[in-house]
């Protein structure tokens, strides 16, 4: 039981380029979240999703997209990075809600040079 | 006013003291009290879950909500070098989940 699974770990890019991120869940979980954390920001919601084929804005989408097109993944996309894009990124996946307990993935280190 | 409001810290103690750590937070509507903790280079994990008003203790961690005062509470008695990481509250209300910014605590063996 891996529990959640980002992939990668670390990237960098240059501004204008795209990638995408991957989180994996394997508990079997309905919704699952992306958020970024930034050095006295705190963690900030990009986008979530309450179920496979799902997907609703959080408070900060500006330059991001997701897909949930398989209920055990869940993509976050750059279409064209930004230096303000630079973050650590986190998937958190529950089972029952935004008040339900979330499961963080190990995060992933992105530079946007 | 920010809708939850936590001291970033940093906050050190020797081993053994007490840890308090607090959030205040300014929307009626939270009903649900997490603390999470976040090891360096981790991913958060749940501490403490509370719901409404009250204490709860697990080992050496106790949380507190006040919702009169809108104010929430963790306390970590004999504090050990382990317990070095950084603490978020989290509460929930009208189908989001809200974060405080995380307070770094440090032990010193």
């Known amino acids: 039981n891996a529990g959640v699974t980002q992939t990668p770990k670390f990237r960098v890019l240059k501004t204008g380029q795209s990638m995408t991120l991957l989180c994996a869940q394997d508990m079997n979980h309905e919704y699952m979240y992306w958020y970024r954390q930034d050095p006295g920001m705190g963690l900030r919601l990009i986008h979530y999703?309450?179920?496979?084929?799902?997907?609703a804005k959080g408070e900060v989408p500006d330059g991001y997209n997701v897909s949930r097109l398989k209920k055990q993944n869940f993509l976050l996309g750059l279409e064209s990075a930004a230096p303000s894009q630079t973050s650590v990124y986190f998937c958190a996946s529950c089972l029952a809600g935004f008040h339900d307990t979330q499961y963080f993935g190990p995060g992933t280190r992105l530079t946007v040079l | 006013q920010k809708e939850v409001e936590q001291d970033p810290g940093p906050l050190s103690v020797p081993e053994g003291a007490i840890v308090s750590l607090n959030c205040t937070y300014s929307n009626s509507a939270f009903q649900y009290f997490m603390w999470y903790r976040q090891y360096s280079r981790k991913g958060p994990e749940l501490l403490m879950y509370t719901y409404s008003s009250g204490n709860k203790e697990d080992g050496r961690f106790t949380a507190q909500v006040d919702k009169s005062s809108k104010y929430i509470s963790l306390f970590i008695r004999d504090s050990q070098p382990s317990d070095s990481a950084t603490y978020l509250c989290?509460?929930?209300?009208?189908?989001?989940?809200?974060f405080g910014k995380g307070n770094q605590v440090v032990v010193i063996p």
């Open positions: 999703s309450v179920g496979e084929g799902t997907t």
């Open positions: 989290a509460m929930n209300g009208n189908n989001r989940l809200a």
